[in-house]
């Protein structure tokens, strides 16, 4: 397939790096390429970032069947531009496109389009320590029809956004506050994969929570609300007695890349990470024995995130000394290191641009 470039006529001023938040600003260019049942998915081409024109019909805005993926590129101090795992956002983004009926992208083709508009884009990757350019990646379900099945023509783009810290806290202490009065997902559902339901099923817990002074929502399970899962933006680890723990991937939990970053360099450091199922009141019992010696999340967008405090029914949590953790700093450093192009990246998970 050949990719069409058309470029913007006037490009747009870049932010401030100081003042960027996420997912606020886009850059000038986008990728786009369309799938119909008889020529499956065809003209690619990276145009001018501009509005999608749809019918009010168009069965994404009825039925949710849209999936996406989120992933960065960095600015290394040579100003050389890098991406991080890269491949493993479109395997997964497959793996969601499978899970909602989706026909599957060619990875690497989808990884070459995303490259292209990188090099045009260039530009838009800030080199500030602590930002980047946030890739999303999204498929939508385009069919004109309100009925309910899987759609017969899809809508595949790619849009940049320079980023800083997705939480306004940065890399401070984040407030999570446990629900037992709502779900997010439960097994055999959709809760493994990156679609827009999830996280608009995430919403109205998510306001109760920032009514009450909490940043983020920690869901249980959606069965017994008895087993620890998700944040919705991120996966958690606890640190408890010296064990390094995180959920098992039950089929409801997302399967994060930094999680599994996590994973793989605590294997290096000789302390594995114990994939299990964790309760709520395992946790609550860590924490009144003085155990619970950190908690931290990880995603793309939340790279590392430290938890300072976890609200649940009326017992209020105070996790360590209310600063980063020791492993939370450590995770940190070394992921960012790596991305930043400071550290050696003996595993092979830089791609750099060209
Ligand atoms: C990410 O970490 O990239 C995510 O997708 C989480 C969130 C911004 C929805």
Request: hydrophobic share 40%.
């Amino acid at each position: 397939m050949e990719l069409k470039i058309s470029r913007a006529e006037a490009l747009k001023p870049l932010p401030d790096e100081s003042e960027l938040t996420f997912g606020t600003v886009f850059s000038d260019h986008m990728f786009n390429m369309d799938y119909d049942q008889n020529r499956g998915w065809h003209n690619p081409r990276i145009e001018p970032y501009q509005p999608i024109v749809m019918d009010p019909s168009t069965m994404v805005l009825h039925y949710g069947q849209s999936i996406f993926e989120g992933l960065k590129a960095f600015k290394t101090e040579s100003g050389a531009v890098q991406l991080f795992r890269p491949e493993e956002n479109f395997k997964r983004f497959n793996r969601s496109g499978h899970k909602l009926c989706m026909p599957p992208i060619d990875e690497a083709f989808a990884l070459e389009a995303l490259k292209e508009l990188l090099k045009i884009d260039k530009r838009w990757v800030p080199s500030t320590l602590g930002t980047s350019l946030y890739i999303r990646p999204t498929i939508i379900a385009m069919d004109p029809y309100v009925g309910v099945r899987a759609s017969y023509t899809y809508r595949f783009f790619i849009i940049l956004s320079p980023v800083g810290a997705y939480y306004k806290e940065g890399f401070n202490p984040v407030k999570i506050w446990v629900t037992d009065k709502y779900v997010r997902a439960v097994r055999g559902g959709m809760g493994e994969v990156k679609t827009a339901g999830n996280y608009a099923a995430s919403l109205y817990a998510g306001e109760e929570a920032n009514r009450i002074g909490y940043t983020q929502v920690l869901w249980l399970d959606g069965v017994e609300l008895k087993y620890i899962e998700e944040v919705g933006s991120m996966n958690i680890f606890f640190v408890i007695d010296d064990e390094i723990i995180t959920p098992a991937l039950s089929g409801s939990i997302l399967s994060g890349i930094t999680r599994d970053t996590v994973k793989q360099l605590a294997d290096k450091w000789g302390k594995p990470v114990s994939e299990r199922r964790i309760s709520i009141d395992e946790l609550i019992a860590a924490h009144e024995a003085g155990k619970l010696q950190e908690m931290f999340g990880s995603g793309t967008a939340a790279v590392i995130s430290p938890v300072g405090e976890v609200m649940y029914k009326d017992k209020i949590m105070k996790i360590g000394d209310g600063k980063v953790g020791k492993w939370s700093q450590k995770f940190f450093t070394a992921i960012t290191d790596i991305q930043y192009g400071v550290a050696e990246d003996p595993d092979g998970w830089i791609m750099p641009l060209e």
